[in-house]
């Protein structure tokens, strides 16, 4: 029995350390290659990775997104559930069931725009997509430069492909 606690007592810790430090070093290295998105801190957004993309959209929708998310009362599963909807009326996902009470309270329950991505890892086979949401009462002025610097940086990051035609 003593054995067999000395390995757990050792290989326990040792595990966790090279399963946190290969996810660090993974992070560190798409982040060099795809430095994240910073918005402008002067508008207050507010960052939400979308909820059960993968049953709304496919490989065709990966780019850059224009999203809508309003209130979605009929929804069964959720009561603070919010839709978030592409400019093309589209269902992209939901604001996550984790995220929707604290979502709401920023919000007020408004309708608010927001600038996004949706991206696949070819690795994981994973859809996931990233969206910045503006205040319901920023100007639109002020929203539409900085869906303009987002695409740059689209443009910039990943390239002229991740612009739908649309955007362009």
Request: aromatic share 14%.
């Amino acid at each position: 029995m003593l054995p067999f606690f000395i390995v757990i007592v050792i290989c326990a810790p040792l595990l966790y350390y090279v399963a946190v430090y290969r996810d660090k070093k993974k992070r560190a290295v798409w982040e060099s290659k795809y430095p994240p998105y910073l918005p402008s801190s002067s508008l207050g957004m507010y960052s939400i990775r979308v909820a059960n993309i993968r049953y709304q959209c496919n490989r065709d929708d990966i780019g850059a997104v224009i999203v809508a998310v309003k209130s979605d009362p009929d929804n069964g599963y959720n009561a603070d559930s919010m839709s978030v909807i592409r400019d093309d009326g589209k269902l992209v996902g939901f604001v996550s069931r984790r995220e929707a009470s604290r979502f709401n309270r920023w919000s007020r329950r408004d309708v608010c725009s927001g600038v996004g991505m949706i991206l696949y890892d070819e690795p994981t086979h994973k859809l996931w997509g990233d969206i910045h949401v503006f205040r319901p009462d920023t100007d639109d002025e002020l929203m539409e430069a900085e869906m303009r610097r987002f695409l740059g940086w689209v443009e910039r990051v990943y390239g002229a492909d991740y612009i739908p035609e649309r955007y362009r």
